[in-house]
């Protein structure tokens, strides 16, 4: 597999702004974390995810992508006043993102596993 970190924090950055501009269509609420957690952390997992099955390293690029998402989407649409906060929050809550970036690795691994003792 090859790194293309670029390639990684860009769709990540997409898949995580794209979060943030459906969570009013799903929650009601501008913020994802103010409507439902479990679409903002579920959002932000399913971002990791895709981006990983995608291009699948470098893993910091994952994580990276999707807080400048999220950042690029708040000041975007205007921050305020507590803009700061919520870039700690976002994160932190990046984690996530993470998780679902190791899980697309560790399927990726086992695809190419079975592959090769096909």
């Known amino acids: 597999m090859k790194s293309n970190p670029v390639l990684s924090i ?8 794209l ?5 009013s269509h799903f929650t009601g609420r ?3 974390w103010d409507g439902s957690f479990s679409y ?3 959002g932000l997992f399913l971002a990791g995810f895709i981006s990983a099955l995608i291009a699948p390293l ?3 690029g994952h994580y990276l992508g999707v807080v400048l998402g999220q950042v690029a989407y708040m000041v975007l649409s205007g921050g305020g006043a507590l803009i700061l906060l919520g870039i700690a929050f976002a994160s932190l809550w990046s984690i996530s993102a993470l998780f679902g970036a190791a899980l697309a690795l560790a399927v990726r691994f086992a695809l190419m596993r079975t592959r090769e003792t096909a």
């Open 10 to 17: 860009a769709i990540s950055g997409i898949l995580a702004a």
């Open 19 to 23: 979060v943030w501009i459906f969570s």
């Open 30 to 32: 501008p913020e994802p």
């Open 40 to 42: 903002y952390l579920g």
């Open 58 to 60: 470098p893993v910091w």
